[in-house]
């Protein structure tokens, strides 16, 4: 049994780690091949299976919206095409119903967000086992296929929106505006250390929120896909009930893989719509 638990728990780091590139300890740049090495790379480390999927996603994405754009009639669309209309009129809807100001790059940036991050999450529903033992039999040691279960992307993702709102709230209000905004409310001059107290709480807490809600919504359905792959494959063997188990880890791994793909569009939804309110109280003035 403690031989059978070694290996879950292997099997569990094993499908937790990222393929991670930096210094190793001796000195030399390189990937790591075990969890060890890959902390003792610090901070500077570089997750490559992240940045590859999201770029790689973000680059299909692109592709197929440019090809949309490029050949689009003013007949029947195509299902491709008229997909994209659904897209854009669906993020042009939320767009209108969250923010009140006028900017003609929060459309479009609305857009990148849901379908990037939408993209990221819906690789989750991919078989846990299958790019692993793939990239396993080139030569790589681990390969994370989410890039959503990487507070790495995530952060970065919630960093640059934090960083566009602090440039509109700048730009939109000068600099004496939103400076006063942080000291000035919600007690007035007289509660300036009070004030920038809660409203510097509330600023930072918008990226963060941002990228733990994200990373830890993906992080825990791509744990609980690990769990149902690891208890199929503890029980398959043992006798006529362990293999109703096994088949039951089938319907589980179905059922949660279908429950999933409204956990995969609703993340990304909440992080564009989120994103999209924040940019709207970037824009307001307040007197």
Known sequence: MSS???????????HLQN?????????????????????????????LDTVIMSLLLGAVLMFLFRRVAKSITAGTPGELQNF???AVEFVDNSVRGSFSGKNDMIGPLALTIFFWVFSMNLMDLLPIDYVP???????????????????????????????????????????GGFVGELTLQPFGKWGMPVNFLLEGVNLIAKPISLAL??????????????LIALM????????????????????????????????????????????VVYMDMAHQEHH
């Open 19 to 47: 393929l991670t590139y930096g210094r190793l300890p001796d000195g030399t740049l390189g990937v790591a091949h075990s969890a060890e090495e890959a902390k003792a790379m610090g901070f500077w480390a570089i997750n």
């Open 133 to 175: 033992l793939l990239m396993h039999e080139l030569g790589v040691p681990f390969f994370k296929v989410v890039p959503s279960t990487d507070p790495n992307a995530t952060f970065g993702m919630a960093i640059g929106v934090f960083l566009l709102v602090l440039y509109y709230s700048v730009k939109m209000k000068g600099v």
């Open 232 to 275: 199929g494959g503890a029980w398959a063997g043992f006798s006529a009930g362990g293999s109703v188990l096994y088949g039951s880890q089938i319907l589980l791994s179905l059922g949660w893989a279908i429950f999933h793909i409204l956990i995969v569009t609703l993340q990304a939804f909440i992080f564009m719509t989120l994103t």
């Open 213 to 226: 809600r994200l990373f830890g919504n993906m992080y825990a359905g791509e744990m609980i896909f690990i």
């Open 4 to 14: 059978e638990a070694h290996t879950s728990a292997e099997y569990i780091k094993h």
């Open 84 to 86: 994209c209309e659904w």
